[in-house]
């Protein structure tokens, strides 16, 4: 069995000790990712849709640096700080999809890192 860490330039650096992703056997975990901007640091807490878009981003540039793509995530959890932002996160995550999409589940947590307002993290699959 082969752990193969994941790490893009065109997401952010963790904030702690984890990887971007993790492949193993044709899966990819992808680490919780947050509207942090990969090039200059910044966080993008302006307004839920950019905030929402931002994390997208990050998702799709870690799933770009391991070969896959949004077709291929089968879940996701959405951590949101406020329940109240479930349909603009919602209509920002659907975007990225075409249809067959992953299973998913929302929560509302209390706090999240960096006191951002949405985390989300994914499990994408390829067939091996």
Known sequence: MVKNIITSENAPAPIGPYSHAVEINGM???SGQVAKHPHTGELILSDILSESKQVMENIQAIL??????FEHIVK???FLTDMNNFAAVNEVYGSYFSGNYP???????????LNVNVE????AVKAV
Request: charged share 15%; proline share 4%; aromatic share 8%.
């Open 28 to 30: 990819l975990f992808v």
């Open 64 to 69: 770009t640096k391991a070969g896959y793509g």
């Open 76 to 78: 996701t959890t959405i």
């Open 103 to 113: 299973a998913r589940e929302t929560v509302q947590v209390a706090k999240l890192p």
């Open 120 to 123: 989300i993290s994914v499990i």
